[in-house]
């Protein structure tokens, strides 16, 4: 890591003789380059949240290492990345900064969301910290497939730098093919699921078994609702089962009111309970 410190430039018509005066016009600065110490680079680094005050140390701080890590810092700021970044990249994805990470290895994966997204430096760089594991994908076998799947479902503004996106993009399009799977074999059609999983993307990130098949069979069997209302409907699956799916089925049962899914979950505590007191 290099440090400047600037000094005038003296040129031969700056020097005073006796029959000229000292020239008062501003020339080009001369740089004298040093390296900084490698207490300061440690320094540094704890200040970017990649090295921490505890014991054993985050990362080997023999010189070597911390080398390897300024240019890793180097390479993200290239990238459009800024000191206030470093710290959450830091957290969420720790390896990022070791010395089993090249940080060239990563520069495929800029070039896909720059070409093939595409998405603008600001916007990859949001990508990424919303989901630095992004980095560790594959373009050819994994970025690539997915990318073309969500496209084929019509997913459009994928470069949105949203967390949605960022964890979507990273997800194996295998495993977002078994959501479509899962809505066809409680009755939809592959038309019909499509559309429903375009309408809450977010359904793509639910586990079937702990998520997805628990709210269904309290829909079906509790409720006594049919799949047709999952049908026109489908953000259902976006809501807490403990926390708002029960507590209101209960709520409307005790008073014997049935109403649409959407009006049932939609609407905000105060003006639920209010209207159904």
């Not at 829909?219 to 708002?244: A, I, N």
């Not at 005790?254 to 003006?271: A, C, F, G, H, Y």
Request: include cysteine; proline fraction near 8%; charge should be positive.
């Amino acid at each position: 890591m290099l440090h400047t410190l600037s000094l005038p430039t003296l040129s031969c018509s700056s020097i005073p003789t006796k029959t000229s005066k000292p020239n008062r016009t501003p020339s080009s600065p001369l740089y004298i380059k040093f390296h900084t110490s490698h207490r300061d680079n440690l320094r540094y680094l704890k200040a970017l949240g990649i090295i921490h005050n505890k014991k054993p140390p985050s990362i080997n701080t023999d010189a070597n290492t911390i080398d390897h890590v300024l240019a890793t810092v180097e390479f993200f700021k290239s990238k459009g990345f800024t000191e206030p970044d470093f710290p959450r990249l830091a957290y969420l994805c720790p390896q990022l900064f070791t010395t089993n990470c090249d940080p060239t290895d990563f520069a495929p994966v800029f070039d896909f969301l720059a070409t093939k997204l595409p998405a603008t430096t600001e916007e990859s760089r949001s990508l990424i910290l919303h989901c630095p594991r992004l980095l560790f994908s594959d373009v050819e076998f994994c970025l690539q497939p997915t990318l073309d799947y969500l496209r084929q479902l019509g997913m459009e503004n994928l470069s949105s730098p949203s967390s949605l996106n960022a964890h979507l993009l990273n997800t194996r399009a295998n495993k977002l093919r078994e959501k479509i799977g899962f809505l066809r074999s409680i009755g939809f059609s592959q038309e019909e699921a499509e559309r429903a999983c375009v309408r809450l993307p977010a359904m793509f990130g639910y586990s079937i078994d702990n998520n997805l098949w628990p709210k269904f069979k309290y829909l079906v069997d509790k409720m006594e609702r049919s799949v047709e209302e999952l049908k026109r409907f489908p953000q259902y699956f976006g809501f807490s089962l403990e926390k708002r799916i029960v507590p209101r089925h209960l709520h409307l049962k005790e008073r014997n009111v049935q109403i649409p899914l959407n009006r049932m979950l939609l609407w905000s505590d105060q003006k639920f309970y209010a209207k159904w007191k």
